[in-house]
T-cell receptor, first 115, second 119 residues
């Protein structure tokens, strides 16, 4: 298995809803990431998990809450989002967060629309 | 702070042309550089990964080169096809980790080159 699987592919939610994005990989990677991508922009890092522990939070608002239940699974819990949070949310993984000669693997993303 | 620039921002070519996409970065202390392809509304697909000690990597019609000392990488696409139409992103992985760990695992992306290959 050489893939990062993200579900759902599309999500529409209201500003008072609570929803979760899911990311799964079975490549034995020990670092997992959440990126946010707005239209016509490059991906921006949100969170880094290393060995199931949160190692980087790029000053992301608390309405985004990451969780890493085990080494293969990464969730992003969403609550009270704003319309400007609408974007493509990408999950990625790599063997290690630093000193890793191997590259990153990205999922196909979740297209989130906040109404 | 690492900055990555891609030129051109957009490129439109007829099918069959050989083309070059450029990526430059300001801090040569990189661990590796990765080229990705992104189709509209989709995730990133890794094309080529070049380690800091390597000069080039090849996969099929794609060839990526790296000149770390001058802070440049190029992606060469031979005999372009309409199916090559996509956004191409380069991303660098830092060698140094700041004392506060702020570059820990952080890829720095360029703004991308939008490629259109027309029949």
């Amino acid at each position: 298995d050489t893939e990062v699987t993200q579900t759902p592919k599309h999500l529409v939610m209201g500003m008072t809803n609570k929803k979760s994005l899911k990311c799964e990989q079975h490549m034995g990677h020990r670092a997992m990431y959440w990126y946010k991508q707005k239209a016509k922009k490059p991906p921006e890092l949100m969170f880094v998990y290393s060995y199931e522990k949160l190692s980087i939070n790029e000053s992301v608002p608390s309405r985004f809450s990451p969780e890493c239940p085990n080494s293969s699974l990464l969730n992003l819990h969403l609550h009270a989002l704003q319309p400007e949070d609408s974007a493509l949310y990408l999950c990625a993984s790599s063997f290690f967060p630093t000193r890793d000669k191997r590259g990153y693997t990205f999922g196909s993303g979740t297209r989130l629309t906040v109404v | 702070k690492q900055e990555v620039t891609q030129i051109p921002a957009a490129l439109s070519v007829p099918e069959g042309e050989n083309l070059v996409l450029n990526c430059s970065f300001t801090d040569s202390a990189i661990y590796n550089l990765q080229w990705f392809r992104q189709d509209p509304g989709k995730g990133l697909t890794s094309l080529l990964l070049i380690q800091s000690s390597q000069r080039e990597q090849t996969s099929g019609r794609l060839n990526a080169s790296l000149d770390k000392s001058s802070g440049r990488s190029t992606l060469y696409i031979a005999a372009s096809q309409p199916g090559d139409s996509a956004t191409y992103l380069c991303a660098v992985r830092p060698r140094r980790v700041n004392a506060g760990g702020t570059s820990y695992g952080k890829l720095t992306f360029g703004q991308g080159t939008i490629l259109t290959v027309h029949p």
